[in-house]
């Protein structure tokens, strides 16, 4: 599974849009990418995933450019409530979704 | 539909003792997988059960075990505790099939060994 690059820590405001970039290097041909979230003292949340080009849901786009070795999270209007942990992962959809490499996360601080 | 649910939420042990923890999947979820947490090491694989066989294993000691049993639930057991054993316990389940890359995590077993 491709290793994953972000940063350790990011600062923001309400109502800001925050954007993290993960780097994903070696991601292979059948690699998907995929977001989490994290509050302390509680599982992971599925964000967003995607393959190529640009996902939107209700709460994220994702943004992956051509070459797929990076990917940018993008979260509209921030909260107060979205300081949290966000981990980029590449997951093999195949058999392999049980085996998720997180790496250390970016945690994101949201100031009033 | 229900979450995960893990049980106990909260445990207190000695080394050298032994715990086991449980996990309850979401209905119809045939893939469970856990993972340890930890400030220094962060979220780290520890295995995954796909219909009662253990499908990936992580880079942990024998003490660390797990099973699933065919309604899906696993269990985990670490026997002769260690105090660098003290951690937050993750189960996440998935369909499991191809195609399903998102994982359903719990909230967790928080384990403290004294």
């Known amino acids: 599974l491709a290793k994953t690059t972000q940063p350790i820590s990011m600062d923001s405001y309400e109502g800001q849009e925050v954007n993290i970039t993960c780097s994903h290097n070696n991601i292979a041909t059948n690699d998907y990418i995929t977001w989490y979230q994290q509050f302390p003292s509680q599982g992971p949340r599925f964000i967003i995933q995607g393959y190529k080009t640009k996902v939107t849901n209700e709460v994220a786009s994702l943004f992956i450019p051509a070459d797929r070795k990076s990917s940018t999270l993008s979260l509209p209007r921030v909260s107060l409530s979205d300081t949290a942990v966000y981990y980029c992962l590449v997951v093999l959809l195949d058999t392999n979704a049980g085996k998720s490499t997180f790496g250390d996360g970016t945690t994101l601080t949201v100031k009033p | 539909k229900a979450g995960v649910t893990q049980t106990p939420r909260y445990l207190i042990k000695t080394r050298g003792q032994q715990v086991t923890l449980s996990c309850s999947p979401i209905?119809?979820?045939?893939?469970v997988s856990w993972y340890q947490q930890t400030p220094g090491q962060g979220l780290q694989f520890l295995f995954e059960y796909f219909s009662e066989t253990q499908r990936n294993k992580g880079n942990f000691p024998g003490r660390f075990s797990g099973r699933q049993f065919s309604n899906s639930r696993s269990e985990m057991n670490v026997s002769t505790l260690e105090l660098g054993d003290s951690a937050l316990y993750l189960c996440?389940?998935?369909?499991?099939?191809?195609?399903?890359?998102?994982?359903?995590f719990g909230e967790g077993s928080r384990l403290t060994v004294l």
């Open positions: 996440a389940s998935s369909r499991g099939g191809p195609g399903t890359g998102e994982l359903f």
């Open positions: 209905s119809g979820h045939r893939s």
